[in-house]
């Protein structure tokens, strides 16, 4: 039982089961469900806090107890959405439901092919949590209960970083899925161990989680040790031509042209003059000063 105070509930938790919602997979044989508050509180950016309520499969998945998971996870929605809904006397749901549709590594493997951003991941290592959301009101002056449409609305859902995995060394991203797999990924962001992506459309998400591979840092799309490489042929391609020049390329200075800009003491001999030269110079001097 639920009773509403404004932008705020309380509830007394029960464990019940209810028949599944609709939804484009078919989901697993009815597990018992976690009933969360629902409607919670208003951020400080103004959106409306709906916490989630879970059948035990989905709790499992993640390896949470049930309020440390009910604490982590929760969906976001402008008022005005809120507002078109619902009454004084409604709340809603976030539900999320396990689904018996198994995401295989070939779908993974042909979802990211050809995507840089996570081709650099290997399928059979992907953690996968395969999920039926929806979102449900229950309004108590009608004493009805049921699914709604977010018609277009965009939402933000969040959920914990599954607690038998380390967030560094996984990168996490949210997908739709149907029967023929995943058929597209979602704006998804980790900020302090919580997973938040966005969707317009509740139904069938699968939560992935791709194993780093070592020396991989998130968001650089490239791995570091390949990095270093580059850097380091760069490096060492600079060098190969600078010494080309030097010993190669470059062509000396000609000894007259440089005695011709100036007298001859002005012209070191570290620049290369040949002695030949200095000594032909001195002999014009003599021949001039006898003449």
């Not at 699914?147 to 060394?169: F, I, Q, T, Y």
């Not at 996984?170 to 029967?179: D, H, L, M, Q, S």
């Amino acid at each position: 039982p639920t009773t509403s105070r404004g932008s705020t509930t309380k509830t007394v938790k029960t464990t019940t089961t209810i028949e599944k919602t609709a939804a484009p997979t078919s989901a697993k044989a009815t597990l018992p469900i976690v009933w969360g508050p629902g409607t919670t509180s208003v951020t400080p950016e103004g959106l409306i806090a709906i916490n989630l309520s879970f059948d035990t499969g989905v709790l499992n998945a993640f390896n949470y107890s049930s309020k440390d998971f009910e604490s982590r996870s929760r969906m976001l929605v402008s008022s005005e959405f809120y507002k078109s809904i619902t009454d004084s006397t409604s709340v809603l749901y976030l539900l999320a439901q396990s689904s018996d549709m198994e995401i295989t590594d070939q779908q993974i493997s042909e979802a990211i092919s050809g995507k840089s951003k996570y081709s650099l991941f290997h399928p059979e290592e992907t953690l996968r949590i395969p999920m039926n959301l929806s979102l449900v009101i229950n309004n108590k002056s009608l004493n009805t209960v049921g699914p709604v449409s977010l018609d277009g609305e965009e939402a933000v859902v969040e959920l914990p970083v599954p607690k038998s995995v380390k967030a560094s060394k996984y990168t996490f991203v949210a997908a739709e899925f149907g029967k023929d797999g995943i058929t597209s990924f979602l704006d998804t962001s980790v900020e302090d161990g919580i997973i938040k992506f966005k969707t317009k459309n509740l139904s069938s998400v699968v939560l992935l989680g791709f194993k780093n591979p070592v020396g991989y840092r998130s968001g650089s799309k490239i791995l570091t040790p390949s990095l270093i490489m580059i850097i380091i042929g760069l490096v060492l391609l600079a060098s190969a031509f600078v010494l080309l020049y030097i010993f190669f390329l470059r062509k000396p200075r000609e000894g007259a042209e440089i005695l011709d800009s100036g007298d001859s003491k002005s012209a070191p001999l570290a620049d290369g003059v040949p002695l030949g030269v200095l000594l032909n110079k001195d002999n014009d001097n003599e021949e001039d000063l006898t003449k």
